[in-house]
């Protein structure tokens, strides 16, 4: 379920601290994507970390979703 998903442990490997938060060191972009019930929406790219959180909690709000 959505619920038990959203309880996962972050990967190791993720640098930013943030789920679904990437930074590509090739574009020097952050690159926010999330998995909702099997659907992948790509948010898109961003120039800091601050507009990406900021840009996911947009998302999220406007499905009516919390992190």
């Known amino acids: 379920s959505y619920t038990q998903n959203s309880n996962k442990r972050l990967n190791s490997c993720n640098k930013t601290g943030y789920s679904g938060i990437d930074f590509r060191e090739n574009e020097k ?25 900021i840009a996911k909690q947009k998302f999220l709000k406007a499905r009516g979703l919390k992190e």
Do not use: D
């Not at 659907?39 to 990406?52: M, Q, S, V």
């Open 29 to 53: 972009k952050y690159v926010v994507r999330k998995t909702i019930r099997g659907i992948r929406y790509y948010i898109g790219y961003f120039n800091t970390l601050e507009e990406a959180v």
